[in-house]
């Protein structure tokens, strides 16, 4: 497994690790309810650095808006924007960020696990833009992700720009430890944070910032209990190669007002999909997980099945992600049944996302 190069600085944290997407990260560092509520309450720190960094220039809004579903060129410099990378089918080869970072030049974040299909699809769509260059950066680059509540204010007195006048979903240069990085004000986790760009040794950075108080070093376990009260899609959950974004209640990111851009033919004949994400929240402390399946009330054939699913750490009651028949009647407050373990679990479906902050 690849390990980024904050390895050692996990180590001396005495961190727990997994396999996600080929690299092996820290999945824990204690509690994962204690991890969660830091970035709930304060400021978590999370690396990153497994994510994919790939840079085009050239001829780029032109060529990104034939590559990828979104209509790139509307967005502003210092602005990102959330896409996704289809096939000639319409199914969702990744979801994508994308920078702009100048007039002819863009940056994409793409997923661990998905670098080298959207790097290879990204330079096979490159035929008729003979001026555009597609690089994978992925190795130049660690990934610092800051989110929480105080994000702002503690990020603020370490780095040399106003943090208050970059809006969310925008980028902009900085310098940080005395290293001049990128900072983007994205995230993963329903809360106000940056995600932060090093390139070169990120270790000065990652222990500046841990060594700020209020400030707590979280692992992927945490992060994804995070992003599901949120309401946000992981791929390999919710999205795949088999699911188009209408089935991930994603279509308004498309821009069929484009002349042409891959998977346009496809994605215009399946607006109706045959199955589509569904938000269920449950009572009790049983939790539906990935692949259980779900009913009608007191039906016999499962209507579909479990993408993600949890005990709520912030609402303190079982959320679910669910791929579920789009023709079984199914609106806000209806209710239907978990299979867990054997036994048929009540919920209900609500609207997305579970948690939105200041709610």
């Given amino acids: 497994m690849l390990n980024t190069l904050l390895k050692l600085e996990h180590d001396k944290l005495g961190a727990s690790f997994t396999e996600f997407g080929g690299w092996e990260m820290p999945v824990r560092y204690g509690s994962d309810i204690d991890e969660h509520h830091s970035v709930r309450n304060s400021c978590g720190l999370f690396d990153i650095s497994h994510m ?8 780029a809004e032109e060529f990104l808006d034939y590559a990828l579903i979104s209509k790139l060129s509307e967005i502003e410099n210092g602005r990102a924007k959330y896409t996704m990378i289809c096939d000639d089918q319409g199914g969702i080869i990744d979801d994508l960020i994308v920078y702009r970072l100048d007039d002819d030049e863009f940056m994409i974040v793409a997923n661990a696990g998905n670098q080298h299909q959207v790097v290879e699809a990204l330079k096979n769509r490159l035929e008729n833009f003979p001026d555009t260059r597609v690089v994978d950066e992925s190795g130049l680059w660690s990934l610092i992700a800051m989110q929480g509540p105080k994000t702002k204010e503690i990020l603020g007195r370490l780095v040399d720009i106003d943090l208050t006048v970059l809006k969310y979903y925008s980028i902009a240069t900085a310098v940080l430890d005395g290293k001049d990085v990128f900072l983007a004000r994205t995230g993963y986790t329903g809360e106000d944070g940056f995600e932060i760009f090093v390139e070169g040794d990120p270790s000065g950075v990652w222990q500046l910032l841990l060594s700020q108080e209020g400030v707590s070093p979280c692992g992927l376990a945490c992060r994804d209990t995070l992003r599901l009260e949120a309401g946000m899609p992981l791929y390999g ?96 407050g209806s209710e239907v049944e978990a299979d867990v373990r054997g036994t048929r679990i009540f919920y209900k479906v609500v609207e997305l996302p579970f948690y939105k902050r200041g709610r």
């Fill in 52 to 59: 994919a960094e790939i840079r085009v220039t050239g001829q």
């Fill in 237 to 332: 959950h919710e999205l795949n190669k088999d699911l188009t974004p209408f089935a991930a209640n994603l279509g308004k990111v498309i821009r069929f007002d484009k002349p042409s851009f891959v998977g346009k033919d496809a994605l215009e004949q399946q607006k109706h999909p045959k199955q589509k994400l569904f938000g269920l929240q449950g009572d009790g402390r049983r939790a539906a997980r990935a692949d259980y399946e779900i009913f009608l009330p007191g039906g016999t054939d499962p209507i579909g099945m479990v993408t993600s699913g949890v005990l709520s750490p912030t609402l303190q009651v079982p959320i679910a992600l669910a791929l579920l028949n789009a023709d079984a009647g199914l609106e806000i």
